[in-house]
C-alpha cells in the first residue's frame, strides 16, 4: 500500500477537505472505527476532486505497476 500512495503524481495525501483528488491510508482511522465500518488498515480511500479523470486514471495505473 505505501508504495502505491507514494507512486501516485496526480493525486495526494492529506489530512483535510480539499478540491484536488486525494488518496490516503484509511490506517488513520481509529481500529474501532475500521472495524465498525469494516474497513481494513491496508485499504486506500480514494477522493475524486476536479483533475482530468484520464489523468487519475493514468494516475491509478501507473503507481498499481510502481506498487508490483
Given at each position: 500500500m505505501?508504495?502505491?500512495i507514494e507512486a501516485l503524481k496526480v493525486f495526494f495525501v492529506a489530512l483535510g477537505g480539499d478540491a484536488r483528488s486525494l488518496a490516503e491510508p484509511h490506517s488513520r482511522l481509529a481500529e474501532e472505527?475500521?472495524?465498525e465500518a469494516g474497513v481494513k488498515p491496508e485499504q486506500i480511500r480514494v477522493s475524486i476532486g476536479t483533475e482530468d479523470p484520464d489523468?487519475?486514471?493514468w494516475d491509478i495505473e501507473?503507481?498499481?505497476k510502481h506498487s508490483r
Open positions: 505505501r508504495c502505491f472505527a475500521r472495524r489523468d487519475l486514471l501507473q503507481a498499481l
